[in-house]
Structure formats: C-alpha cells, structure tokens
C-alpha cells in the first residue's frame, strides 16, 4: 500500500467530519508567519484530543509543549464552563503566537501558559496544590519524556488520563541503535512505560496528515 493513501484518508475524515475553523486555520497561520514549526497535532488529532476530554469530563487539564496553542484549543474547547487548562512552553515566542490565539478562540479566561522548562516548572505545580489534574497531555521536547510521565503520574489521581505524543516516530523507535536523540527519548520512555505497574497503557499508531507516528495513552490505577 502506498503511503499516500494514509493522507487522503486522513483528508476524507476532516472532510467529512470537521467543520470549518477559521480559529484553528489561523492558528496553523500564525505559526507559519512567525517561522515556528509546523509540528502541532493534526485536525483530527485534535478532534481526538477533543474526545478524550469530553470522555474523560476533565476539568483540569495539564500540557507540556504549546507551540502555537493549537492542541491547546482543541482540548480548552471541550472543558466546560469551570475547566481550566495550564499549558507548559520553553519558548517564550510560542507563548505569546499561542497567547494571541488562545483569546482570538475566547478561551482567555481558562488557559493559562507558563514559561520554562518544563522539568523547571512541574516541581512548583507539583509543590502547590494546583493538582490533581484530570487529563495530560505531554508534547514537550522528547528526551525528557520519561521524567515527564514520572511527574505527570505524581499530578494525577486514579482515573487521570495521560496522553504522550511522538512515541513511534516513523517506526524509528524500532532501531535499538537510532542516534536520533528524539528517538532515544521516546524508546526510553516507551521501555519505562512498559515497566510502570501505576498505571494500565497502551501505545497505538497515528497516520494522516503528519508522518507514521503515534500517541502513548495510560490510564492512572
Ligand atoms: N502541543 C502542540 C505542539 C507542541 S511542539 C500542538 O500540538 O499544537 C513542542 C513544543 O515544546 C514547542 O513549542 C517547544 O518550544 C516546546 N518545548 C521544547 N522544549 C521544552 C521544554 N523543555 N519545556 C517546555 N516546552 C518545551
Ligand atoms: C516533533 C515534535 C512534535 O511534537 C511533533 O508532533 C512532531 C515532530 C519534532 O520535534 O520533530
Ligand atoms: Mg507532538
């Protein structure tokens, strides 16, 4: 089968079952104009993403890595009234694009981004009794993801709901000798996952509109 065929589904699903969003379009413009990458989850990640907030009813929602808010969006959007969303970003550029789009969506008063590291900034929320939180989604830089996750479990309580992007990296986490730091990253991550009795999990898949991928999904015991 031929890889182009992932992309036209992928197509035929946004097609069919997203509505158009000027709000997301502009987002995926404004980090274009501003040179960011274009590395945000897809439109029908984000109809994921969207789901899993609504599935789990989080009303607080962690995530590491904004870029230009559009996961943030797609999860924001699904809180109700009450949610609140804390989104965890490094650069301070990404912070004010997504900033901008956070309001332009009216989701202004239910996300708050913070700038750092994250490794930095998870021990105040940790410290603070910001948590538990209900969902988390981890998209930040991936050689620290395992300690990501280990922070992301001690947020949580039973139920908590955590979402990892980037673990299979085109099928290169298959490659014990992968020099690719990105790489080396998640197959630790992966590996540790695999080890951790907190919590029930499962790696799957992702194809579409961005490159063979995948999300890591654990549910906190
Ligand atoms: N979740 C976004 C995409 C995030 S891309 C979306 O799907 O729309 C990864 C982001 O992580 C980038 O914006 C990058 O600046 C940020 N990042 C990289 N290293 C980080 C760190 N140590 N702490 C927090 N954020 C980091
Ligand atoms: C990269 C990071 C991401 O979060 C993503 O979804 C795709 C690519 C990267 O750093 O290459
Ligand atoms: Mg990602």
């Given at each position: 089968m031929d890889k182009q065929i992932f992309g036209q589904v992928d197509q035929?699903?946004?097609d069919l079952l997203l509505p158009p969003d000027p709000v997301l379009d502009d987002t995926l413009k404004s980090i274009e104009n501003a040179g960011l990458p274009a590395i945000s989850v897809s439109p029908v990640q984000g109809r994921f993403l969207q789901l899993m907030v609504l599935l789990t009813g989080a009303r607080r929602i962690l995530e590491l890595g904004t870029l230009g808010g559009y996961s943030?969006?797609?999860?924001?959007r699904a809180l109700t009234e009450k949610g609140r969303l804390i989104s965890l970003e490094l650069d301070p550029r990404c912070a004010e694009v997504a900033r901008g789009n956070i309001n332009k969506a009216g989701l202004g008063a239910k996300v708050e981004i913070r700038v750092g590291k994250a490794l930095d900034l998870l021990p105040g929320i940790l410290a603070s009794n910001e948590g538990p939180f209900d969902l988390i989604f981890i998209d930040a830089d991936k050689p620290p993801y395992a300690e990501y996750f280990d922070y992301a479990v001690k947020l949580s309580r039973p139920g908590t709901?955590?979402?990892?992007?980037?673990?299979i990296r085109e099928g290169k986490v298959l490659d014990p000798?992968?020099?690719?730091?990105?790489?080396?990253?998640?197959?630790?991550?992966n590996k540790a996952l695999a080890r951790d009795h907190r919590v029930t999990a499962t790696l799957?898949?992702?194809?579409?509109?961005?490159?063979?991928?995948?999300?890591?999904?654990?549910?906190?015991k």
């Amino acid at each position: 089968m031929d890889k182009q065929i992932f992309g036209q589904v992928d197509q035929y699903i946004s097609d069919l079952l997203l509505p158009p969003d000027p709000v997301l379009d502009d987002t995926l413009k404004s980090i274009e104009n501003a040179g960011l990458p274009a590395i945000s989850v897809s439109p029908v990640q984000g109809r994921f993403l969207q789901l899993m907030v609504l599935l789990t009813g989080a009303r607080r929602i962690l995530e590491l890595g904004t870029l230009g808010g559009y996961s943030t969006i797609c999860l924001a959007r699904a809180l109700t009234e009450k949610g609140r969303l804390i989104s965890l970003e490094l650069d301070p550029r990404c912070a004010e694009v997504a900033r901008g789009n956070i309001n332009k969506a009216g989701l202004g008063a239910k996300v708050e981004i913070r700038v750092g590291k994250a490794l930095d900034l998870l021990p105040g929320i940790l410290a603070s009794n910001e948590g538990p939180f209900d969902l988390i989604f981890i998209d930040a830089d991936k050689p620290p993801y395992a300690e990501y996750f280990d922070y992301a479990v001690k947020l949580s309580r039973p139920g908590t709901l955590i979402i990892c992007d980037n673990v299979i990296r085109e099928g290169k986490v298959l490659d014990p000798r992968c020099e690719d730091e990105l790489v080396q990253g998640v197959q630790r991550f992966n590996k540790a996952l695999a080890r951790d009795h907190r919590v029930t999990a499962t790696l799957f898949q992702t194809i579409g509109a961005k490159e063979h991928d995948g999300m890591a999904l654990a549910v906190v015991k």
